[in-house]
Structures are given as C-alpha cells and as structure tokens.
C-alpha cells in the first residue's frame, strides 16, 4: 500500500512537472505557459503538461504543421507561432482548437493552409495569417469565426477576394489586407465598396493596391473608377423556327445563345439526351466549323459544334439529337443559364404527346402551345422552352431493337432521309 501511494506521488509529481526538455513551462496568474521560443526547433516537441493554455513556438525553424500537431493541449487559447519556416499547415493540424482565441502563424511561407480547420475555431478572436505566401483565399475560410475580432492578411500573394469571403465575420473591427497583388477586376469592386462603408477599421488603405491590369498598377484600390461590370444576362434564340414550315430533311438546327455581361462571359453548353450528357466548353470548333486543336472529341466535324459567336449547330438532327440543351454563361459576377429542350412527334402524334413522352414532367405539366417568334425569352428561370420538330413520314423509336423485322428498320441517324418536318413550338412554363 505504502509502495502504491508512493509511486501515484511520483506520477502526480511526474505530471505537475512534464515539460518537453527544451521549454519553459510555467504558471502565470493562474494561467499554464509553456515558452519554446528560439530553441531552434525542427517539431513540435512532445511531453506538454494537458492544461497548457498559451504555447509559444514563435521564432524556430519548424517546416510545417502536421495533422494533430496540437493534440495534447486541446484547450489552448493562445498558440504562437511567428516567425518559422512553415511552407504548410496539413488538415487536422488546428481543428482539435476549439478553444483558441489567438492564432499567431505570421512571417512564415504557408502557401498550403488547411483553411477547413479554421470552421472549428469558434472561439477565434485574432488571427494573424500576414508575411506569407498564400494566393488565395476560399470563399467559405471563415465561415464559423463568429468571434473573430481582427483579421491580417497582409503581405501574401492573394490576387483576389471572393464577395462574400468576409460576410460571416460579424465580431470583426480590424482587418490588414494591404500588400497583395491584387487584380483590379470586376470580381474585386465589391470590396472596394465594402471597404469605403464598412465600419471595420483598415489600416493602411493606401497600400492596398492593384498589381493588374498594367494600367492600374500601384493605384490604391479606393481610388479604382468605377468599373463597367455586370454579371452574365443570356438569351437563347433558335433556327428554324417558323410555325408550319416545310423544312427539308437532315436539317441543322441552330441554336444561339446570346450573351451580355462585362467582362464578356465564358460560355458552356450542356447537353442531355437519351444516350447520356455532352459538356462543351465553346467554342469547339473554328469559324469553318473544324474542330480547333485540343478541343474534345478531335474529330474533324463535331457532332456539336459551338462557335465563338455563341451559336450552337446540330447538322443531322436527329432522334439521337433530341434533348435539354442548356447555354451556361459565367464570369466573375456571376452565371445565368437557359435551357430548351427539342423533340421530335412521330406522324400523327399530337405535340403536347411527344413531349410527354420525351420529357415526363413536361408533358404533364404543359400548360398549353403556343407559337412564338425566332427570339424566344424564358421569364423566368422556371420557365422552358420546348420545341417539337414534327417527321410527316414514320419515324420509328431511336434505340428500338435494331434488325427487328429484318431489313425494315434503318439506322437512326438515317431516319431523317426522306422526311419532311413541320416544327411546332412549345412554350411551356413549369
Ligand atoms: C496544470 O496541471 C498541473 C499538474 O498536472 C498542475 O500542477 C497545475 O497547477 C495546473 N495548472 C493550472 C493553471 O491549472
Ligand atoms: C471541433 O471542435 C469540437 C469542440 O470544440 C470538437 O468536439 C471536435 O472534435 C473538433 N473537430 C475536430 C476535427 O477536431
Ligand atoms: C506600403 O507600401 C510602400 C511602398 O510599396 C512600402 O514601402 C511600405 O512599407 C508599405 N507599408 C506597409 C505598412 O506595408
Ligand atoms: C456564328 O458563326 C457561324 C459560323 O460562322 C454561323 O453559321 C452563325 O450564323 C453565326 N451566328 C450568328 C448569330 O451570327
């Protein structure tokens, strides 16, 4: 019994003085430290008494901060870290920190930050990420620092700011963002304005400059023109088009997406038919309709051609063509997209029939038919254009069992031949 009592006081002493070899561990004004500042260290040492509330690791030569880095002092308020040569902080490095209130990891090289472990710092108040090497930052990095009070970011390499990146920092009055490369685009005139309303005191506004475009290299951001900028705005338009017309077969259809916004916007088409979904990053093909080097598939002809003009064409439409073409256009402001799904009625179906039976929820919720110019303009987001491409003569289900009836039945993309089409227009709004 003795021997036991004796070796729990020495456990308990043990415990009372762990500290790793090359720190200083201590109590002041009841708070528990431990001081490892210029040790020259490598790591984060091992053996920290559990109840450490303030750690200093500032000026060593630590190259990174792994994953669980700080799992023996989870309840740290404070954690220093300046002046290192830390080039990245892994996932799980901070996370466990849910009581921490200052982050010091300024003057080091972190270009590759775990900004995730920051959604778990709720207590955060200070957080200082300047003098380092980072090029951006996510949109969502602080999202749950409800408590964060002062934010620097100074000195890095961040070229831009996301609207909306400083949204969730409700407690915030200082923030330290001068010193970057920033672009003077239209993605950044968002915090230009914020930063000329915003009650969060900015020191050193002036230094907070564009580094692009040439033109504006060194103007401090708060004496930025206004810039022209607006987010994407898209039409979609469509050929042929008229009501009733005799079209010949093997027809190109054409559709044009028609595209506002400034800077001008980067166009995408998606397309969904029945063998599955085509993404096309336009242009894809040049002005002679020719696939342009390295765009997919290489073919000479596209099945799919997307002109830089934002003109879409179908040469053979087709059953297999029959689909949602949708028209994304997106620039640093924002994406619009329209969609218009085409079909093709066998002879003697009615239209609201073969959209039934192309697009189920469609056809169910048509609301009616109506005819509609060349220019077709969705009112809303909700809303869909359908048109129904009618075949006069049999046109028999693409994809149905080929050689069925023996010689009978050709192949799909030749069902076309032969045929004239009426086209129906379909505005439909669900
Ligand atoms: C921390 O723990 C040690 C022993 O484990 C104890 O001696 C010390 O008083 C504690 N410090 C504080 C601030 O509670
Ligand atoms: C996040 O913090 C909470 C408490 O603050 C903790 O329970 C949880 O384990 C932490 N998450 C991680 C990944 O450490
Ligand atoms: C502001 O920019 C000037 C010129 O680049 C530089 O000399 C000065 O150190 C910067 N000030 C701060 C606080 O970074
Ligand atoms: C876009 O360019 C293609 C190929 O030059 C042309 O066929 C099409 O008509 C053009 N679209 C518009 C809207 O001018």
New binding site residues.
């Given amino acids: 019994m003795l021997a036991l009592r004796l070796l729990c006081g020495a456990v308990l002493l043990d415990l009372a003085q762990a500290c790793p070899k090359r720190c200083d561990c201590s109590q002041k004004y009841g708070f528990q430290s431990a001081d490892c500042a210029y040790r020259d260290l490598e790591a984060v040492p091992p053996g920290f008494p559990a109840n450490v509330t303030t750690l200093s690791l500032s000026a060593n030569k630590l190259p990174a901060l792994p994953e669980g880095a700080f799992q023996e002092v989870p309840l740290l308020k404070s954690l220093w870290l300046a002046h290192n040569q830390i080039r990245w902080v892994a996932a799980g490095a901070l996370a466990s920190l849910g009581h921490l209130k200052t982050l010091d990891l300024s003057h080091n090289l972190i270009s590759d930050f775990s900004w995730g472990d920051l959604h778990n710092l709720s207590a955060l108040e200070l957080l200082k990420l300047d003098s380092n090497e980072l090029t951006s930052v996510p949109r969502d990095a602080f999202r749950g620092l409800r408590a964060l009070r002062s934010l620097q970011l100074n000195h890095n390499r961040l070229h831009t700011l996301a609207d909306g990146t400083l949204a969730p920092l409700t407690a915030l009055s200082h923030l330290q963002i001068?010193?970057n490369p920033f672009d003077c685009n239209c993605g950044l005139m968002w915090f230009k304005t914020w930063a000329l309303t915003t009650a969060v005191s900015i020191p050193?506004q002036n230094?907070i400059t564009c580094v692009s475009p040439h033109l504006l290299k060194g103007t401090p951001l708060s004496r930025l023109l206004p810039l022209p900028c607006s987010a994407p705005a898209v039409q979609l338009t469509y050929q042929p088009s008229q009501e009733g017309a005799e079209l010949q077969p093997g027809f190109v259809l054409a559709l044009h997406c028609d595209v506002d916004g400034q800077p001008a916007p980067q166009l995408h088409w998606h397309i969904q038919t029945p063998s599955g979904t085509v993404e096309i990053a336009s242009p894809n093909v040049g002005a002679d309709g020719r696939a342009l080097p390295g765009a997919l598939p290489a073919s000479g002809r596209p099945r799919f051609q997307a002109f830089a003009n934002g003109s879409l064409l179908i040469p053979d439409f087709g059953k297999l063509e029959e689909g949602t073409y949708s028209c994304l256009a997106t620039n640093e402001l924002g994406s619009a997209e329209r969609s218009v799904s085409v079909a093709l009625a066998s002879p003697g179906e009615a239209g609201e029939v073969a959209l039934g039976r192309r697009f189920p929820a469609k056809g169910a919720e048509a609301k009616g038919c109506y005819t509609v110019d060349n220019e077709v303009q969705p009112s809303g987001p909700e809303d869909n254009v359908v048109i129904i491409y009618l075949s006069r003569a049999g046109s028999p289900e693409a994809g149905g069992p080929v050689g069925e009836g023996g010689l009978g039945r050709p192949p799909p993309g030749l069902l076309l031949l032969g045929q004239s089409l009426l086209v129906l227009l379909f505005l439909t709004s669900f």
């Fill in positions: 001068n010193d050193e230094n």
